[in-house]
């Protein structure tokens, strides 16, 4: 049996070992806490042995770099290696097919379908209402304890003039729902409220612009707009320059824009892995960006669920398509994207760190305020 060989069939015989139980009667973060330190366990007992990449040749290998990294079992590149993300993410089960299991048998479940439903509640559009009005109200005498923010630079009397936003674009809206909660907190008409997409969604409150798969044509006219936000997109976004040079087109010169983004590296990393993983959750419980409901049916990322839930392919095959999904992903810091913007013209007015109140950040979000100096 070749090195290769063993290795894939010691693999085989830990999976197999990690059967995945639903104990209605057993705490959830427990039981899948339980769950984790199992498989951290038998990775520890399985790395001893492990075949060094070193020792494989080069013709046998053939394999995808990304793929091994977020399916690794070793146990410096494990999430449950740090306490952060163990807290963080109790759903992540160190390798996609345990994650895969252990979701498709807890959405079986009433109570956890109805959490998982969640995502798509007003809780949401009302958090992300709660952290813009820390933004549009600003003031020199605002506390810290007030939010949950870190803001730089200190010192600042106010982050955007309010009175300045007589139109709104949101970039990525989705369905609308946020967009239309902002832009109705503005005090703005749906003529005035523009939400852009791939699939043209249903909102009676907003304007629909359709955008081109690439986000890179914005249908909208030159300096038609005094607001953009954009809230965990432009990681998204294949062609990042010719999306922003659209924005810097349709947003006229003193306008704002708002993004909210990971400060992470793109590379190999605890963080990014994280953050891959939560990309992975939603497209297996299909929740968030992935859900399946009526008005997101035509969404962007409906292509890919149908490939992934209508196939016959098994599920190494079903894992294969999601990671070479969140392989398109590119993180930046948070310096990154304010240099990638700096060189269209933008100056940064405020950067919000999520943790003044204490809690923990392990997506590593933030908001940037940005302005549009010159064209």
């Known amino acids: 049996m070749t090195q290769r060989n063993q290795l894939d069939s010691r693999n085989n015989e830990n999976r197999t070992k990690l059967t995945v139980t639903i104990n209605p009667n057993m705490l959830g973060a ?7 330190c199992s498989s951290l366990s038998y990775n520890k007992s399985r790395n001893q042995q492990q075949v060094s990449r070193s020792e494989i040749s080069t013709s046998s290998k053939k394999l995808d770099e990304f793929a091994n990294w977020m399916c690794s079992w070793s146990i410096e590149q494990s999430l449950w290696s740090s306490t952060t993300y163990q807290n963080a993410l109790l759903t992540y089960i160190d390798e996609l097919d345990v994650l895969n299991e252990l979701i498709q048998k807890t959405k079986q479940r009433q109570d956890a379908q109805m959490s998982l439903n969640k995502w798509e509640d007003n809780s949401r559009i009302n958090r992300r209402l709660k952290d813009l009005k820390v933004i549009f109200e600003f003031n020199g005498n ?12 200190t010192g600042l009397q106010q982050i955007i003039d309010r009175q300045k936003i007589k139109s709104y674009f949101d970039l ?4 609308g729902t946020i967009t239309a909660g902002i832009g109705t907190y503005l005090g703005l008409t749906k003529e005035n409220i523009f939400g852009g997409d791939v699939f043209e969604g249903q909102n009676n ?17 030159s300096n038609h707009v005094d607001l953009i936000t954009s809230f965990v997109t432009f990681h998204h976004i294949a062609q ?5 040079t659209e924005l810097v087109r349709i947003l006229r010169t003193g306008g704002y824009l708002i993004l909210r983004e990971h400060d992470c590296k793109n590379e190999y990393s605890l963080s990014a892995k994280y953050l891959n993983f939560v990309h992975a959750i ?33 599920w190494t095959q079903q894992k294969s398509r999601i990671i070479e999904y969140i392989k398109s992903i590119h993180y930046r810091t948070c310096d990154e994207w304010q240099q990638q913007l700096k060189n ?8 919000l760190y999520y943790g003044g109140d204490g809690s923990s950040n392990p997506q590593k979000l933030f908001y940037a305020v940005y302005q549009l100096d010159k064209k």
């Open 30 to 36: 427990k039981r899948l806490f339980n769950l984790a």
């Open 142 to 153: 605002y506390q810290s304890s007030n939010h949950p923010f870190n803001v730089t630079p």
């Open 172 to 175: 990525g809206c989705g369905d």
């Open 205 to 221: 409150v907003i304007t629909f612009v359709k955008l081109n798969e690439n986000q890179s044509i914005i249908n909208l006219p």
């Open 240 to 244: 990042l320059e010719k999306t922003l």
């Open 282 to 314: 939603m497209m297996i419980a299909r929740v968030g960006e992935f859900a399946d409901s009526p008005n997101n049916y035509n969404n962007k990322n409906q292509h890919i669920l149908d490939d992934y839930e209508n196939t016959t392919d098994n």
């Open 344 to 351: 269209f013209g933008f100056h940064l007015c405020a950067t």
